[in-house]
């Protein structure tokens, strides 16, 4: 759940590192188990060290061609955490996975030079292979990666220039280079450059991106943040980027642009009103193409709207009123297809160790590929973001309840009502009727 591109157009560019920190990581496989220690060598120089051994769900395949590379490999790694059937079942722990690397960094007396050289290696367990598409052409394959790279950032004055520039076994190389600059007392401005190798191959690399991993993009980030008057505050980014090699459903190399604009407003303390707007330009082959030897790949220009007010009339009680809504269309020739959803939120302190909140939202949107996505609070150490698409309401209820410093309960109920639809889901998912619901239950007792 690292921040991406949003809201927050200038400080989330630069992720600074914390050094060795404990698991909290919110998806069942995405973290290490193993130890790791920090080493004062100098005055100015530190090192550290990690190694990292458990095993991950994925999925395994046995070799039906007597030419192929594997006699056994994966062709993908399982983030769920589901166990329900017995494919799920099977794929539980079935790769291991070893991961070890070291750091070691330079900080100046002044503080404001920093430069460090990283390395990262991986070994699984079984082979891993992706299914042979053609975008898969050069995604990693094999059982053993190493990544190793250097980083620096020098502060002068009212300018903070940062980058990282590393390579993978594969040859491949992934660099980004960035300025933070505050051009005045309510003025700040950020410019970003990132280049990632199609064989460029990093397991846990997370840096800013418009793919999900860093991997076959180039882009040009900038971002702007101004606070014309008290209490006001107006950002915006525009990203330019391009995908030298293919993507999933999209069979030439492409481009595309991401800009956004926000304008917030905050009354008092406890009080904040904002308005935002974005558009996307990505590509997406058309459908009358994926016949063809190439497919042709258009664009696909999304807007969207986001309108959110917050409130706090007394000391236990919050309220929060949100508006999104989007419109897409296509280079395929069908018309504008738009989705919305308004949600009301309201939190109550009842007592020092009672709180409650709900939700009550209604959405309508015209396909899956207008669904609205909205954060919800669930349990402790949760995270739900369901997609909200068709037509129907969304509500939830959850309470918090301490029923001493040591023991606390957390309940929830939360329930999806559909209109027109008398089936929810399908294959193993599927429901009879029109409503899904979901109840949770968490008991933490501290010693």
Same mark, same amino acid.
């Given at each position: ?314 000391? /236990? @009680?919050?309220? +929060?009123?949100? !508006?999104? #809504?989007? %419109?897409?269309?296509? *280079? ?5 297809? =738009? ?9 109550? /302190? @009842?007592?020092? +160790?009672?709180? !409650?909140? #709900?939700? %009550?939202?209604?959405? *309508? ?5 207008? =669904? ?76």
């Amino acid at each position: 759940m690292a921040a991406g591109k949003g809201a927050e157009t200038i400080t989330h560019l630069r992720r600074a590192s914390l050094g060795v920190r404990p698991y909290a990581a919110l998806l069942e496989n995405t973290f290490f188990r193993g130890a790791a220690a920090t080493y004062q060598l100098a005055p100015r120089w530190e090192a550290t060290a990690f190694a990292s051994r458990k095993n991950i769900d994925a999925n395994a395949q046995q070799r039906t061609d007597s030419l192929a590379q594997y006699d056994e490999f994966s062709t993908s790694l399982l983030t769920t955490g589901f166990h329900r059937t017995s494919t799920e079942i099977a794929n539980r722990q079935r790769l291991a996975e070893t991961v070890g690397g070291g750091h070691l960094g330079y900080l100046s007396a002044d503080g404001d030079l920093a430069v460090g050289f990283t390395a990262v290696g991986t070994h699984y367990g079984m082979a891993y292979q992706k299914r042979p598409e053609p975008y898969n052409r050069y995604e990693f394959s094999g059982q053993n990666n190493l990544t190793a790279g250097v980083h620096y950032s020098y502060g002068w004055r009212n300018l903070l220039l940062f980058g990282e520039s590393g390579g993978s076994s594969g040859g491949g190389l992934g660099t980004l280079n960035g300025l933070l600059a505050s051009l005045g007392p309510t003025v700040d401005a950020a410019v970003l450059v990132r280049h990632y190798d199609v064989d460029f191959h990093t397991t846990y690399g997370n840096a800013l991106s418009e793919n999900t991993r860093d991997i076959n993009e180039s882009g040009l980030y900038v971002g702007l943040k101004v606070r014309p008057l008290a209490r006001w505050e107006v950002s915006a980014y525009f990203d330019q980027f391009r995908f030298p090699w293919l993507r999933y459903r999209v069979g030439a190399p492409s481009q595309g642009q991401d800009a956004l604009l926000r304008l917030a407003f905050t009354p008092t303390k406890t009080s904040l009103l904002y308005a935002q707007y974005r558009a996307r330009l990505k590509p997406l082959d058309l459908p009358a193409s994926l016949g063809r030897p190439v497919p042709l790949p258009g664009q696909q220009l999304r807007h969207s709207l986001l309108v959110y007010c917050e409130a706090q009339p007394t000391a /236990q @009680l919050g309220l +929060r009123t949100r !508006l999104q #809504a989007s %419109y897409l269309r296509a *280079d395929d020739g069908l018309p504008w297809r =738009r989705g919305y959803v308004l949600s009301q939120d309201a939190s109550v /302190q @009842l007592a020092r +160790r009672v709180q !409650l909140a #709900a939700r %009550y939202a209604v959405f *309508d949107t015209d396909d899956y590929d207008t =669904r609205q996505y909205m954060f919800e609070q669930d349990v402790l150490y949760a995270i739900s973001v369901p997609a909200l698409y068709g037509q129907g309401t969304r509500a939830y209820f959850i309470a918090q309840l301490g029923f001493s410093k040591h023991f606390t309960m957390w309940l929830r109920y939360a329930e999806t009502r559909y209109r027109h639809q008398t089936t929810i889901g399908s294959g193993l998912e599927e429901i009879q009727g029109s409503v899904r619901s979901e109840v949770t239950a968490q008991v933490r007792y501290r010693l």
